[in-house]
């Protein structure tokens, strides 16, 4: 039986684990080449071997989505290596939540510099190549992009920008076959929350997650598939995944 992703390329970002990791791992599955992307480059190297043992055509490119040059070098890299560019998966971002009351102020320009600009970033580096083949742009963004909650205003923020963007492009480009996907996650079980550096909002996430079965990086690979295996006349444009625990 024919895989559904058989001759396409696809370039993921934040590759390196959570839902780059398995996205990465789900489109291999499906029979596409996938060039993985991210600043761990030993992590990449790691990923790079478990699916060249399953029988990937993989590329381990470095890339920090909030340097304009390394996007740009990153896609070109990516396509030189494997010939050409079908899907992209804009999953690299950071989720620093905390009150905006005496915030630390670096916080919001890394969510800023991360999760705006460098989709932003990679997307205009890899539209020409999407627009010649007509392909998938899949922009990761979170539910955090349609509700807003005490004490993740400036990531809120960060996640509205990206849905917004993503809109005003998919009616850009839409009639040039380019269909561009916006998944928004709720609460998934990854590294993300590790990396808070607010003390009180750390641990409340943490209480959060203990709390409920939070979704779990393949499901919403799942949901990735899922929009890129369409038919050519079907664009997916809004996936909303909360865990079944999770009210808001």
């Given at each position: 039986?024919?895989?559904?992703?058989?001759?396409?390329?696809?370039?993921?970002?934040?590759?390196?684990?959570?839902?780059?990791?398995?996205?990465?791992?789900?489109?291999?599955?499906?029979?596409?080449?996938v060039?993985?992307?991210?600043?761990?480059?030993?992590?990449?190297?790691?990923?790079?071997?478990?699916?060249?043992?399953?029988?990937?055509?993989?590329?381990?490119?470095?890339?920090?989505?909030?340097?304009?040059?390394?996007?740009?070098?990153?896609?070109?890299?990516?396509?030189?290596?494997?010939?050409?560019?079908?899907?992209?998966?804009?999953?690299?971002?950071?989720?620093?939540?905390?009150?905006?009351?005496?915030?630390?102020?670096?916080?919001?320009?890394?969510?800023?510099?991360?999760?705006?600009?460098?989709?932003?970033?990679?997307?205009?580096?890899?539209?020409?190549?999407?627009?010649?083949?007509?392909?998938?742009?899949?922009?990761?963004?979170?539910?955090?992009?349609?509700?807003?909650?005490?004490?993740?205003?400036?990531?809120?923020?960060?996640?509205?920008?990206?849905n917004?963007?993503s809109?005003?492009?998919?009616?850009?480009?839409?009639?040039?076959?380019?269909?561009?996907?916006?998944?928004?996650p709720?609460?998934?079980?990854?590294?993300?929350?590790?990396?808070?550096?607010?003390?009180?909002?750390k641990?409340?996430?943490?209480?959060?997650?203990?709390?409920?079965?939070?979704?779990?990086?393949?499901?919403?690979?799942?949901?990735?598939?899922?929009?890129?295996?369409?038919?050519p006349?079907?664009?997916?444009?809004?996936?909303?995944?909360?865990?079944?625990?999770?009210?808001?």
């Amino acid at each position: 039986m024919a895989r559904k992703l058989e001759g396409k390329v696809a370039l993921v970002t934040g590759a390196s684990s959570g839902i780059g990791e398995a996205t990465a791992i789900a489109l291999a599955a499906e029979g596409a080449a996938v060039a993985i992307a991210a600043r761990r480059t030993e992590r990449l190297e790691a990923l790079r071997a478990k699916l060249e043992a399953g029988g990937a055509r993989v590329f381990a490119v470095p890339l920090d989505v909030t340097d304009e040059a390394s996007a740009d070098t990153a896609v070109e890299q990516a396509v030189a290596e494997l010939g050409r560019l079908d899907i992209v998966i804009n999953n690299a971002g950071v989720m620093l939540l905390g009150p905006i009351v005496d915030a630390d102020t670096e916080d919001w320009r890394r969510m800023i510099n991360t999760n705006v600009l460098g989709v932003m970033y990679v997307t205009h580096a890899a539209l020409p190549h999407l627009l010649k083949e007509g392909g998938d742009l899949v922009q990761m963004s979170s539910v955090a992009g349609r509700m807003a909650r005490v004490g993740s205003g400036a990531y809120n923020a960060s996640k509205w920008a990206v849905n917004a963007f993503s809109e005003s492009l998919r009616q850009e480009v839409t009639s040039r076959g380019v269909r561009v996907t916006l998944i928004e996650p709720g609460a998934v079980a990854t590294e993300l929350q590790s990396h808070i550096t607010h003390p009180g909002a750390k641990a409340a996430l943490e209480k959060r997650l203990a709390e409920m079965r939070p979704l779990q990086a393949v499901d919403i690979a799942n949901a990735v598939l899922y929009s890129v295996t369409q038919p050519p006349h079907v664009s997916i444009n809004e996936i909303l995944v909360r865990p079944t625990d999770q009210e808001q």
